[in-house]
C-alpha cells in the first residue's frame, strides 16, 4: 500500500511491500530515495528483538503517516496452533513478533517500538501468565490503523494472540490482545488503551482501521474514535482519554470445558450503540427458508455446542457467531463529517471451531484446533441477512436502518420457486465509501458490481457491473477539472488489474 509526505524537504511516496520493504520514492520520477533507509528503502524484518522471517509475516496494509512519523503493523501467520521451524527448533523460535513500529517518514531511521506483548517490566506484563510472554508471538496489527493529525496521536487495532482458539499455555486477559491502543506518534508511547476481548480464545480481532469522528453528545463537542469488532459490537470512545463514550459493562460468559484453558469469567458488553449483527446462535436462528432446510440444518447441529457469544471452543465443536470472519472484517466503516452517520458493512456467517488433544512433547501445546464455516446444501445454516449495512447516528448512537447487502443466492437450487427478499451475500464484508451524494461499496457476490445507496435509506440508487474482475478493495474518489470521479480496483492472481473510473452527475 501507499502512503505520502510531504514537509519543507520534499515529497515523497512511501511504499510498503507484502514482503517486508518499505520504500520512499519521488513522486515526480518514481525514483527511490537515496537518503532514505539503505539506498532508498527500510528491511521490516530486522530491528526487533526476534528477527522477522518473510516465510511467516507479511504486509498488506498501507503504512499511516502521522507527522513526520510512519507507522507500520505487520501480518504474521498467526495460524489455530504453533509450528516448528524444524523438529530441533524451540517452539518461540517460529512465533513471529506483532510489534508495531514508528520511522521517521524522511530518513527512514526506526524511531520507536511497541511492544504489544509486554516484556518484564513493562505495562501489561502481569497478564500473561507461566511467563508466556517471553515466546508468545502475533498479537499483531495486520489492518490499517488511523491518526489524528491535530493530537499527534495514532490508534491501533490490536488482533488476537497465538494460538487463536486455544489460551492455556498463555493464561490471564493478554494485553494488549484485541485491543483499541492509542499512542503518541512521535515517541511510541501508550496513552491509553481499551481491551474489547480478554483472553481472546475466538479470533475476535479488531480487523479495521479505527474511525475518527468528531460528534455532538448531549449538547457537548467530543472528540471520538470508533471501532468495528468481529464480535457485532461497535465500540465508542474519547480519543483523548480513551474513555467509552456509553458505559461498557463486563458481563459473565460461558466456562470452558477445556482442561488447562481458564478464559476470562467477564466480557465487555457496551450497552449502546446496539450490536450491528446477530450474537450467538440458538436453534429458532437457524434458517427455515424451507422445511428442509430447516430441518437439515437442526440435523447438522445436534452434536455441537450452540450458546450465547462468547461460548468457549470444545472438542464437541462449538458453533460461534458472529463467526472468524465478522461481523465487521477488513472492509470496516465510513463515517460523514456533515450529518454525523455512521455506516458499517458486516456479515452473518458462523464458525465451528473443534479442539482436538494433542501429544504437547510433540506440538508444544495441549490442544490444536480446526475451523471451518458449516453450512447447509451450501447456503449458511443461519437465518439472513447473511451480509448487512447499519447506519447509526453517532450523536446519540441510536440505529437509524439496517438493510441486506446484496440480492444473495436466491438462484441457489434449495430456495428454487420461492419469491423471496434480497438475503444479504455470504463472503467478506466489502468497503465503503462516503460521499456527499451516495454511499458506494464494490462486490463481488452478485457479480463483480459497484454500487450506489441512498445515505438515508440503504436503498439501491445505481449499480455498474465491472465485467470479468475481482474485487477486495473499497472505491475511491477525487475531484479533476472542478469533477468528483469514483474509482475502483479490480484484479486477482489470474486477472489483469485495473483502475475503473466513474464521473459523478
Known amino acids: 500500500g501507499l502512503a505520502y509526505h510531504q514537509d519543507a524537504s520534499g515529497a515523497r511516496v512511501l511504499l510498503l511491500t507484502t514482503d517486508g520493504w518499505l520504500y520512499a520514492l519521488s513522486p515526480t520520477t518514481g525514483q527511490p530515495v537515496a537518503s532514505f533507509g539503505v539506498n532508498g528503502k527500510v528491511d521490516l524484518t530486522r530491528g ?17 503517516v502521522c507527522g513526520n512519523t510512519v507507522v507500520i503493523g505487520n501480518q504474521a501467520n498467526d495460524g489455530s496452533h504453533y509450528r516448528r521451524r524444524n523438529q530441533t527448533a524451540p517452539w518461540n523460535d517460529n512465533l513471529p513478533l ?17 511492544k504489544t506483548v509486554p516484556q518484564q517490566g513493562e505495562f501489561g506484563n502481569d497478564t500473561w501468565g507461566d511467563e508466556s510472554w517471553r515466546w508468545m508471538g502475533n498479537t499483531n496489527v495486520w ?20 494460538h487463536h482458539f486455544y489460551g492455556g499455555d498463555r493464561p490471564g486477559n493478554n494485553l494488549f490482545g484485541t485491543s483499541v491502543v492509542a499512542l503518541d506518534a ?49 465500540y465508542v470512545f474519547d480519543r483523548i482519554t480513551g474513555k467509552p463514550i456509553w458505559p461498557i459493562e463486563e458481563k459473565p460468559v460461558p466456562a470452558s470445558s477445556l482442561e488447562g484453558e481458564r478464559p476470562s469469567l467477564t466480557q465487555p ?17 437457524l434458517i427455515d427458508l424451507t422445511p428442509e432446510l ?21 472438542i464437541e465443536g462449538t458453533v460461534a457467531l458472529p463467526g472468524i470472519g465478522g461481523g465487521a472484517n477488513w472492509g470496516g466503516a465510513a463515517f460523514d463529517p456533515e450529518t454525523h452517520m455512521f455506516y458499517v458493512a458486516s456479515r452473518r ?25 458449516p453450512s447447509g446444501d451450501g447456503l449458511p445454516l443461519v437465518k439472513p441477512p447473511w451480509s448487512s449495512i447499519t447506519a447509526y447516528q453517532l450523536d446519540t448512537g441510536d440505529m437509524a ?62 449499480e455498474h457491473p465491472i465485467k470479468g474482475a475481482h474485487v477486495e478493495a473499497p472505491p475511491m474518489t477525487y475531484m479533476a477539472d472542478g469533477q468528483q470521479f469514483i474509482v475502483i480496483g479490480t484484479g486477482s492472481a489470474i486477472e489483469p488489474s485495473r483502475l475503473t473510473a466513474f464521473r459523478l452527475p
Open 143 to 162: 489492518s490499517m490503523t488511523s491518526c489524528d493529525a491535530e493530537l499527534g496521536h495514532v490508534y491501533l487495532p490490536v488482533t488476537a494472540p497465538t
Open 349 to 373: 456467517m458462523p464458525t465451528l471451531i473443534t479442539a482436538r488433544e494433542v501429544d504437547q512433547a510433540r506440538f508444544g501445546t495441549r490442544y490444536q484446533a480446526s475451523f471451518r464455516m
Open 269 to 285: 458488553f457496551p450497552t449502546w450503540p446496539p450490536p450491528f449483527e446477530q450474537q450467538g446462535l440458538t436453534q429458532s436462528d
Open 48 to 64: 526487533l528483538r526476534r528477527e522477522l522471517r518473510r516465510s511467516t509475516t507479511t504486509w498488506s496494509y498501507p503504512p499511516t
Open 294 to 314: 430447516r430441518q437439515a440444518a437442526l440435523e447438522t447441529v445436534k452434536n455441537w455446542n450452540i450458546g450465547p457469544l462468547f461460548t468457549p471452543p470444545s
Open 98 to 114: 506483532g510489534d508495531v513500529r514508528g520511522f521517521d517518514a524522511r530518513t527512514g531511521e526506526q524511531l520507536w517500538v511497541f
Open 401 to 462: 436502518w439496517q438493510v441486506p447487502n446484496g440480492i444473495g443466492p436466491v438462484d441457489h437450487p434449495s430456495l428454487k420457486g420461492l419469491d423471496l427478499p434480497p438475503l444479504g451475500n455470504p463472503g467478506t464484508a466489502p468497503g465503503l465509501l462516503i460521499t456527499r451524494a451516495a454511499i458506494f461499496l464494490g462486490h463481488r457476490a452478485d457479480g463483480t458490481v459497484l454500487r450506489a445507496l441512498d445515505k438515508n435509506s440503504g436503498a439501491l440508487l445505481w
Open 186 to 234: 512521535s515517541t511510541g508511547e501508550r496513552l491509553w488503551h481499551y481491551q474489547t476481548v480478554h483472553h481472546d480464545i475466538w479470533d475476535y480481532d479488531l480487523p479495521a482501521a479505527p474511525v475518527i469522528t468528531d460528534l455532538v453528545v448531549k449538547g457537548q463537542p467530543v472528540k471520538a474514535v470508533a471501532q468495528v469488532g468481529k464480535t457485532g459490537f461497535l
